[in-house]
């Protein structure tokens, strides 16, 4: 059975500094997404990384994914206050089924 | 367009009333999920319709049953419900199951069970 894990699952920073939040995943996937929801809100898609050493970056944000040790990291660059909001990683569970399997999320809290 | 619109935004129900949750997308999408989720916790998939076909149920109690009627339309009715079941209820869509298709999230009802 897949797991995805994620952590930290809460984080408090200042605005400024540089963290990354890991994902990692127990079985073999090439397909991963990072998502973000603010509290009392929908998912939105952040990142869709779909290969070996895949690499994106948005803003603030760069994810990357690496498959053979079946880890992705969301690295913060510069955190702002605007980035406070609750990330999840998610794996494809199975081919072509569209089952993702959720880590738990983090919470980043940016203090001013 | 990338929006997957639900109705209603809110829903309070007793445990012996029938209602239903709707969820349309007009991306010409041929998967549609529901999700349910819980407070401080990542959504639990449901169900899986792909062209219009159930593809998966994850185990769900019979007292929630989705419908696809078409291809930008998806339902979930809902009856005799329990309070645990008081939940935010994502709907997402995505060009196909599998491969390398987002799926993009509704902004959810929110279901309380009294």
């Known amino acids: 059975e897949l797991k995805v894990e994620q952590n930290p699952l809460f984080l408090s920073m200042q605005e400024g500094k540089n963290y990354t939040i890991y994902c990692n995943y127990s079985t073999t996937s090439d397909r991963l997404y990072w998502y973000r929801q603010d509290p009392g809100k929908s998912l939105e898609s952040l990142f869709v990384?779909?290969?070996?050493?895949a690499v994106k970056q948005e803003g603030r944000l760069m994810a990357s994914l690496d498959t053979k040790a079946r880890l992705s990291t969301l690295h913060i660059t510069a955190a702002v206050h605007d980035l406070s909001a609750t990330y999840f990683c998610?794996?494809?569970?199975?081919?072509?089924?569209?089952?993702?399997?959720f880590g738990q999320g983090t919470t980043l809290q940016v203090k001013p | 367009d990338t929006e997957v619109t639900q109705t209603p935004k809110h829903l309070v129900m007793g445990m012996t009333n029938k209602k239903s949750l709707k969820c349309e997308q007009h991306m010409g999408h041929r998967a549609m999920y529901w999700y349910k989720q819980k407070a401080k916790k990542p959504p639990e998939l449901m169900f899986v319709y792909s062209y219009e076909k159930l593809s998966i149920n994850e185990s769900v109690p019979s007292r929630f049953s989705p419908e696809c009627p078409n291809s930008s339309l998806l339902n979930l009715h809902l009856h005799a419900l329990q309070p645990e079941d008081s939940a935010l209820y994502l709907c997402?869509?995505?060009?196909?199951?599998?491969?390398?298709?987002?799926?993009?999230f509704g902004p959810g009802t929110r279901l309380t069970v009294t």
């Open positions: 998610a794996v494809d569970g199975s081919s072509n089924t569209g089952k993702l399997i």
């Open positions: 990384l779909l290969s070996n050493g």
């Open positions: 997402a869509s995505s060009q196909a199951t599998g491969g390398s298709y987002e799926q993009y």
